[in-house]
């Protein structure tokens, strides 16, 4: 399987996760000729990142990658055996995509000092803190978000919780968890896929973070 991703890409991340925790064999490589250019396009019509050649099989989106890694893939399961959690699974997934995740990269362009806009710096602040509460409100948490094991629900939060908590510390805005994410977090932590998955994805975050306060 082809693995297209980029180290800095949160989604790219966050299917590593489920490449690693499943043992799937993968190759990783980065888009060709780089993102959204006409060679990835002719392989990936969308242009979009993360995406898998499974075998002349192109399928692109993290969370229908996800998915199809757990139907071909089945060990270790990671979505819940009862229909409503299953659901829970499924809503959270999206929660994350659609707002969790949007909140915490409408930070990006305020990062660099010179572009901060002390007012905007507050709402969207303030909006990834809503965010984060409604998650934790949302979520199952025993201790994982969507039961007592690693699953897919957790797979996007567990890099986009960190992204908040390193970019808000870069703007003198530390993120306090609720207690029920600290644990979480801890036992997301403890799972050397989440640890391998996510090392490359840290480092290129610290650096891209550092140009950017030093801009």
């Known amino acids: 399987?082809?693995?297209?991703?980029?180290?800095?890409?949160?989604?790219?991340?966050?299917?590593?996760?489920?490449?690693?925790?499943?043992?799937?064999?993968f190759h990783e490589i980065e888009p060709p000729e780089g993102y959204r250019?006409?060679?990835?396009?002719?392989?990936?019509?969308?242009?979009?990142?993360?995406?898998?050649?499974?075998?002349?099989?192109i399928l692109a989106e993290s969370e229908a990658i996800n998915e199809y890694l757990e139907e071909c893939?089945?060990?270790?399961r990671m979505l819940p055996t009862p229909p409503r959690d299953r659901a829970t699974s499924?809503?959270?997934?999206r929660f994350h995509?659609?707002?969790?995740?949007?909140?915490?990269?409408?930070?990006?362009?305020?990062?660099?000092?010179?572009?901060?806009?002390?007012?905007?710096?507050?709402?969207r602040t303030a909006d990834v803190r809503r965010r984060i509460d409604q998650l934790a409100k949302l979520s199952l948490l025993r201790?994982?978000?969507?039961?007592?094991?690693?699953?897919?629900?957790?797979c996007g939060p567990a890099v986009t919780v960190p992204l908040a908590q390193l970019l808000l510390d870069a703007i003198g805005q530390p993120l306090e968890l609720p207690p029920e994410l600290v644990d979480w977090q801890i036992a997301v932590?403890?799972?050397p896929a989440v640890v391998a998955a996510l090392e490359p994805w840290r480092t290129a975050t610290a650096s891209w973070i550092a140009a950017q306060l030093a801009s």
């Open 97 to 123: 995509d659609l707002h969790l995740d949007p909140s915490v990269r409408a930070l990006f362009p305020l990062i660099a000092p010179s572009k901060r806009d002390p007012a905007l710096l507050e709402a």
């Open 37 to 57: 250019s006409e060679a990835y396009r002719a392989i990936v019509p969308t242009g979009t990142m993360p995406a898998i050649n499974d075998e002349g099989y």
């Open 1 to 25: 399987m082809i693995f297209y991703a980029l180290p800095l890409s949160s989604y790219s991340a966050k299917v590593r996760i489920v490449l690693l925790s499943k043992n799937v064999s």
């Open 189 to 191: 932590n403890a799972d």
């Open 143 to 154: 201790p994982f978000l969507a039961g007592d094991f690693l699953g897919l629900a957790d």
């Open 73 to 76: 893939y089945p060990a270790p």
């Open 90 to 93: 499924r809503f959270l997934s």
